[in-house]
């Protein structure tokens, strides 16, 4: 309820309220414009994502895009922009954080709060990183996954022995508190309760690209 002294009321019907009704339909315009690009950009989208589950009961498994639609499959239609791979007992904690999009975990740790929308810039600026990186949320619940970022190596090999190239350990509290937008990355990183090791840049680069505009 305003308490501030009331328009008159010839100004404000012929001012204040066309004004007004005029804002909320540019402000839908603008609203309707961005979700127009990011489903163009999710529609133009052709790339695979690789899922290794280690373990008894695990498997390897592909999800191919094409026009942004998912199907699952044992084989990939391009070489995988993102690869994540975790044992089999970590499946159910990660799941029970992220639910059914497993890419939450990354827009969880950025702060977005939801599982990332896969449009073709932001695959292609994944896509451009080469490295690995280790997720890890510590505390009751907690998980670890290794993530693949760009294409394999180019002879096809990979080093399941190698270290990450960098490591990203979260609070599994201040994990939630990021996904539900009451705590910042910054802010988490400033306060200790987001741990980088390795390659920082690497690190700081999927942020950016996770949060790279649709």
């Given at each position: 309820?305003?308490?501030?002294?009331p328009?008159?009321?010839?100004?404000?019907?012929?001012?204040?309220?066309?004004?007004?009704?005029?804002?909320?339909?540019?402000?839908?315009?603008?609203?309707?414009?961005?979700?127009?690009?990011?489903?163009?950009?999710?529609?133009?989208?052709?790339?695979?994502?690789?899922?290794?589950?280690?373990?008894?009961?695990?498997?390897?498994?592909?999800?191919?895009?094409?026009?942004?639609?998912?199907?699952?499959?044992?084989?990939?239609?391009?070489?995988p922009?993102?690869?994540?791979?975790?044992?089999?007992?970590?499946?159910?904690?990660l799941?029970?954080?992220?639910?059914?999009?497993?890419?939450?975990?990354?827009?969880?740790?950025?702060?977005?709060?939801?599982?990332?929308?896969?449009?073709?810039?932001?695959?292609?600026?994944?896509?451009?990183?080469?490295?690995?990186?280790?997720?890890?949320?510590?505390?009751?619940?907690?998980?670890?996954?290794?993530?693949?970022?760009?294409?394999?190596?180019?002879?096809?090999?990979?080093?399941?022995?190698?270290?990450?190239?960098?490591?990203?350990?979260?609070?599994?509290?201040?994990?939630?508190?990021?996904?539900?937008?009451?705590?910042?990355?910054?802010?988490?990183?400033?306060?200790?309760?987001?741990?980088?090791?390795?390659?920082?840049?690497?690190?700081m680069q999927?942020?950016?690209?996770?949060?790279?505009?649709?």
């Amino acid at each position: 309820m305003s308490t501030s002294t009331p328009p008159d009321p010839q100004r404000f019907f012929a001012e204040r309220l066309p004004a007004q009704m005029n804002r909320q339909l540019t402000e839908q315009a603008e609203a309707a414009a961005a979700a127009k690009r990011t489903l163009d950009g999710m529609r133009a989208v052709d790339a695979t994502l690789r899922f290794d589950i280690r373990g008894a009961g695990g498997g390897t498994w592909y999800l191919n895009l094409a026009g942004g639609c998912a199907s699952a499959s044992d084989a990939p239609a391009h070489p995988p922009f993102l690869s994540i791979a975790l044992d089999r007992e970590h499946f159910e904690p990660l799941w029970r954080e992220v639910g059914d999009n497993v890419l939450g975990f990354l827009g969880g740790v950025s702060g977005m709060g939801a599982a990332i929308p896969l449009t073709r810039f932001r695959v292609d600026q994944i896509d451009a990183l080469q490295g690995s990186l280790l997720f890890e949320l510590t505390g009751p619940g907690g998980f670890r996954l290794l993530a693949r970022l760009g294409a394999p190596l180019p002879d096809g090999s990979e080093d399941a022995t190698k270290a990450p190239d960098a490591s990203i350990r979260v609070d599994a509290a201040a994990y939630r508190e990021l996904r539900s937008g009451a705590l910042q990355p910054q802010d988490a990183f400033l306060a200790g309760k987001i741990q980088v090791e390795g390659d920082m840049q690497l690190a700081m680069q999927l942020a950016l690209a996770v949060l790279s505009p649709d």
